[in-house]
Every structure is written in C-alpha cells, then in structure tokens.
C-alpha cells in the first residue's frame, strides 16, 4: 500500500469535473527504452519459537526493528506521530501493512539482477536484525497461525478508516489488511493500445499466476483447504474494488472504461492540513461533482484514491499485477521474470491473450474461484489449469528469449523455479502442506526455519 508521502505541489490543482481528469492515464504513457520494472514484496514477521505474529510495538517488534535500520543502516523513517510508519533509502521504500508486514518497493529495475540483488539485501538484513530478537520474516500469503483477533493494528491514520469501510463491505476484510502478504509488480506502457493488451493479458493469466505461486494454506496451524487462502479472503473483501474487472474484456476505449469504473468507486479518504479525513463513502465521481464538508477535490485525491482500488491489475500511471501470495525470494523473482516475459514483448502478450481468449465472462469467474481452492489443480473451461500454466510460462520464456535477442540480459534463468512447479505439479502451497505433516511433524519452529531463509538459487524444499 502506498506510503502516502507527500504530493508535491501539482497535487494541489483542484478538480470539478471529470474532464478534468481527461489524460490522465495517457499521461503515464512512456518509450520503451524508459520502461522499467518494480517490485512490491512483502513478508510476514514471526516469533521464532512459536510463529506467532510480531506486535507493531515494544522491545521485540516491528517498530523496534525499524528504529535499528535508521540508527544502522542509513534508512530515513516516515513517522505519524512518534510512531515510524515507513522508510527510505537511495530509491527504495520500507512500509508496513496494516498487521505489520513488511513490504520493499524496490527501486526501478531494468534487469533482473539488479533487482534480485536489491531484493536478497532487503530479506538478509530484516533476518540479521531481527535474529537477537527472537524473529523471523517469512515469505507466505497468510499469517499461519496467529488470526486476526490478534494482531494489533499498525497505529496508522489511513488504516483507522479504510478498516472501518472495508469492514462493512467484507466478512473478511480485516484478516485481509492484517493477515495476508503478496507479490506485485510494477511495469510500464507506451500507449492507450498497448496498456489495454497488457491489462487484457494479465488480467485473464491473474487466476492462473495465483495458481502457479499458490502459498497459503494454513491458518490456526490447519489446512483450510484452500492453496490461496490470501486469494480467496480478497474475494470476500469488497466486490466494488477488488478482483476481475469485466473492463480487460471489453470493447471499448481502455483509458475512459478505467476512468468510468475508478469514479464509481466509493472514494474513503482525503488528507488536508496532514489529517485524514473520511468522506463518507462517496463516489469519486460525485465527490468532484459536490465535494464535501467545503471539500473540493484535488489531484492528490485521486491519486490516493487510485491506490485504494484493488483489482487483479490495477492503473495508475504505470500498471500493476497484484495476484499472488508472497513466496520465497525465488519465486518473488519467478514471478517478476514471468510476467516481464509476457508484457515486455509484444508476440508474448498477444500471445498469452490468445491461450484464453475463448472463455467466458463466467468461466473466467469459475476459474478465479477454482484456483484459489484447487490451484493448479482447478481447470480453466475444459483445460487443466496445470497444462494452461506450462504454456502460459512458455510463453513468458519465448518473451524474455527476444528481449535478450535484442539487446537485453538472458533472464529466462529466473523462471527455472516454475519449471520446479510444473515438472512435479506441486504449488508452493501443496509442497507446503506435506512438508507440515510429514518432514515438519506440524511444528511451527521448522516452519518458520524453512520458510524464512532467502532462497534465491533455486526453488527447493
């Protein structure tokens, strides 16, 4: 989730009307030799001994653990209050969820091994400075064992509101903002036309992506009998802005459509004077029509505005793909190299599209909520969703082959992970799952061990 750091002075422009938004996401649009690739990584703190989840505050906590990286290693804090909320450093960000996990957005990449070396520091220095504490940062979807009742929140302003909102929308919305890590990725595009093949693509590979990296199974210690669990507690969390969107699909000009559904979203927040204020919920189409309590609606709004939509695939001024549960850091860089192989290229996204483009509205629907339960083991229409995956990363592999045929490293390294996956039909979650019952004899202390080292060689267990 976004830091919330300061707008600049352009945030100020005040808005009255949709037209005043016309451009905004062509505006985004850049050459390809200015694209990029960002990682959002986010990893969950437990106690050692037990895999309970950390509290935000005291001697052995996240808050603790963030006043040492600024006194040690140079980080900056962003504070609300006393309280460090985030950090910064030469690009790179450390924020907090709303139950305390961490999360690395890394600097602007344009290979891969620049990313995976940023990525492979993050994960060895939460270890080094966690270890005297007693704590370990794990890479899953779901906090295993401690639920929601028990995490405090983070003592964060934005997540005072946007709590109280999602809990009236969702059954499970709480135990999405304090339970659930994931993987997003960050990329770029060059015109309205291409963003909307990139969306399309993604967005109808996003049941398939949560299948291939599926990593949370457990909650309270017991299988829950889904591979997704993360997956499937965002279905339950606020259908207005969360999932597929129909959009990805439709014909019709790709900037307006996402505009039209941005602005019927209810809006939760603004910030003035540093406060946040609630806006009762509003569209963000009639809070610029009306403002609100001598409101009016301003840029940085809708730029805060944009990062409380939770699609599969969102925009903003770049795009998003945001499906799947948190990992190891090889399968965070699997993840990253898969999907920089498929939009990257262009013969690789229409591609991807062409693998299902014959599904239905409600197949597509069908899938989304089969994988989360069955992972790969689910069917898109009347394919193993197994078989779809080992094309769809064949695909990717094709992409990331002409990138390096143009000029480009050799990336194709970083999907050897999948090949893992797919060669023995395990996800993350079903190896998880007999690792549990079997080698690990249930007991939290060998999970955590397991799934707190960095990984980044190869994907074994």
Known sequence: MSTDLDQGEGGLRELHSEADLEGWFASGAKPRERWGIGLEYERLGVFVETGQAIPYSGERSVSALLEELVREEGWLAVREGAHPIALTRAGSAITLEPGGQTELSSRIHTDLAAMRDELCAFVRNLNQHSASRGIAWIGLGLQPFTLREAIPWVPKARYGIMSAHLGRTGRLAHDMMKRTAGIQVNFDYASEADAAAKFRALM????????????????????????????????ETDPARCGLLELAFADRPFFQAYLDYALDVPCMFVVRDGRWRDVGGKTFRRFLREGHEGLAARQSDWELHLTT??????????LEA????????????????LIKGIVYDEVATAAAWDLVRDLTWQERL????????????ARAGRRPL??????????????????AAGGGANETGFLAPLDVILGDGESP??????????DMGRDPRRLVAHLSSVNIDCYTC
Not at 205 to 234: C, K, Q, Y
Not at 309 to 318: H, N, T, Y
């Open 204 to 235: 109808a590979h996003s049941a398939v992506i949560t299948a291939l990296f599926a990593n949370s199974p457990l909650s309270g210690g017991e299988p829950t009998g889904f591979m997704s669990t993360r997956a499937a507690i965002w279905m």
């Open 429 to 438: 979650a079903r190896r998880l799952l007999r690792l549990w019952e079997q």
């Open 309 to 318: 939509l939770f699609p599969d695939v969102r925009m903003k001024r770049f």
């Open 386 to 403: 197994h078989a779809l995956a080992a094309d769809l990363v064949q695909v990717a592999r094709a992409g990331l082959e002409r990138q």
């Open 366 to 377: 069908a899938l989304h909520r089969d994988a989360a339960r069955h992972g790969l083991e």
């Open 322 to 337: 945001r499906f799947a549960d948190s990992g190891d850091a090889s399968l965070a860089m699997a993840q990253v190299a």
